[in-house]
């Protein structure tokens, strides 16, 4: 069984029941519903009370709203201790759609809620590879810091490995442009790696102008099998485990 570790199931056009079942189908055993602000943190809240054995939710804010990080982060930092995880939050110097001295301010207070209150917070990054990695090695998290959609190069993925980090892949694996996310996973630790999709980006060929949706978590977990020589099998069985560790897993 699998498990998908980053699905907004909340901006998909379909219901969330309909996307869990789909999933289920393809051998999906749970997801983790991450926000992205306050609203969507709470639609994740929702989603995860009505779906409590397979839906795990974070609350935070990305990158992109680190604007309204002072007029959120009250509420926010409530929601935390009620969450499974913190984020979905970070750093985004490609659209730069925030300042980058608030991107920062937002990021680093993040993290520090989320290592005072010892939850695992779930990581952005976006054209700013050095100011993660500076930010992180000050935060200390190892493991509990998990670099969603990661796409790091083999240099990348090796020195952000010295930080103990878990790695997440999504779709640019699977892509015909993706050989660079490629041989940076045969960096990658596979006992520290998980899989996810972004739902509802980055769906994988030959789906591509297609919503993304958790079900696809498959073809990711395929391609990182033939990046490691392994069985399919066995990174199912091997990421799974690894989102347990970092995130628990909905009660059964």
């Not at 490995?161 to 045969?186: C, D, H, I, Q």
């Amino acid at each position: 069984m699998w498990v998908d570790t980053h699905c907004h199931l909340y901006m998909s056009a379909d219901e969330p029941a309909s996307l869990l079942e789909r999933a289920g189908h393809a051998g999906v055993d749970w997801v983790m519903c991450p926000g992205v602000d306050l609203e969507s943190s709470l639609k994740a809240a929702a989603i995860a009370a009505h779906h409590p054995t397979r839906v795990l939710w974070s609350v935070g804010l990305h990158p992109h709203q680190a604007d309204r990080w002072s007029e959120e982060a009250a509420r926010i930092e409530a929601l935390a201790t009620e969450a499974d995880a913190l984020g979905e939050c970070g750093l985004d110097f490609y659209r730069n759609l925030a300042p980058r001295d608030t991107q920062l301010v937002a990021f680093r207070e993040q993290l520090a809620l989320a290592k005072s209150i010892h939850k695992p917070v779930i990581i952005h990054t976006r054209d700013a590879f050095a100011d993660v990695y500076e930010i992180l090695g000050e935060a200390d998290l190892g493991s509990q810091a998990v670099l969603h959609c990661w796409t790091g190069g083999p240099k990348w993925t090796r020195r952000f490995r010295e930080l103990g980090p878990t790695f997440s892949y999504a779709g640019p694996l699977t892509y015909e442009k993706g050989e660079t996310v490629r041989l940076g996973a045969a960096e990658a630790p596979p006992e520290s790696t998980m899989v996810e999709t972004d739902t509802p980006y980055l769906t994988p060929p030959p789906h591509r102008n297609a919503a993304n949706e958790p079900a696809n978590v498959v073809r990711v977990g395929e391609v990182l099998a033939s990046v490691w020589g392994m069985t399919v099998e066995g990174v199912a069985a091997l990421t799974s485990a690894t989102a347990e560790r970092v995130f628990g897993k909905p009660p059964r």
